[in-house]
């Protein structure tokens, strides 16, 4: 089970390569982002893998908190890149 778990945390690496090769070839800011959730989710996804390999409860938290703020990160960069129309139509 523990050379498993290795494994598949090492295979999810290459989303995570892919993730950071999106980030730097992407034409526009949406795409970044996408990038930065999936390489959030990948990440995350690893160490809950070595967590469940080295025993280590730690790393679940640290898990934990990087996929509240990806999440957090996702909802400002909406909010930020594209503002309520309705709104601001209304201010007018």
């Known amino acids: 089970m ?4 290795l494994f598949f945390a ?3 690496l290459l989303p995570a390569g892919a993730a950071v ?4 070839l992407g034409p526009n800011a949406a795409d970044r982002i996408m990038a930065i959730q999936v390489l959030g989710t990948t990440v995350t996804a690893i ?3 070595l967590a ?4 280590r409860n730690s790393l679940l938290d640290v ?12 909802v400002a960069f909406v909010q930020r890149a594209w503002p309520d ?3 601001d ?4």
Not at 2 to 5: E, F, H, M, N, Q
Not at 63 to 74: F, H, Q, R
Not at 89 to 92: G, T
């Open 85 to 87: 129309t309705e709104t």
């Open 63 to 74: 898990s934990l908190v990087l996929s509240l703020l990806a999440a957090v990160t996702a």
């Open 10 to 12: 090492v295979l999810m």
């Open 21 to 24: 090769w999106r980030m730097y």
């Open 47 to 49: 160490l809950v893998l």
């Open 52 to 55: 469940l390999t080295s025993e």
């Open 89 to 92: 139509l209304d201010a007018d």
């Open 2 to 5: 523990k050379y498993l778990c």
